[in-house]
């Protein structure tokens, strides 16, 4: 078991940026790819990002890249999302998961386990 918690958002205006941070605990967390997924209302649940076991490969949905960084520090158990420039579009709930495989697998259906999620809502 893997446990996931999410921390960092809240409300910001558009431009602005956030952090987010996920918190591990459970089995060994260098052994799992980790990724963040978001979803809004009435939307389903999308690939944002992804980093593999050492952090050294990383992925992004088109929509975020140049503006998001994702991050881990496996000493620490954490996995981190910058998120700069933000638009009203990224509103939504962000969610950390995880996934028990050495490549950076961008499908929900290879993530095993999931945290509850942290809102953020960026205004206009």
């Known amino acids: 078991q893997v446990q996931l918690v999410e921390s960092g958002g809240g409300l910001v205006q558009a431009g602005g940026s956030l952090r987010l941070s996920c918190a591990a605990s459970g089995r060994t967390f260098s052994y799992y790819a980790m990724g963040w997924f978001r979803q809004a209302p009435g939307n389903e649940r999308e690939f944002v990002a992804v980093i593999n076991w050492s952090g050294g490969i990383t992925y992004y949905a088109d929509s975020v890249t140049g503006r998001f960084t994702i991050s881990r520090d496996n000493a620490k158990n954490m996995v981190y999302l910058q998120m700069n420039s933000l638009k009203p579009e990224d509103t939504a709930s962000y969610y950390c998961?995880?996934?028990?495989?050495?490549?950076?697998?961008?499908?929900?259906?290879?993530?095993?386990?999931w945290g509850q999620g942290t809102q953020v809502t960026v205004s206009s």
């Open positions: 998961a995880a996934a028990h495989t050495t490549s950076t697998v961008r499908s929900s259906d290879n993530y095993d386990y």
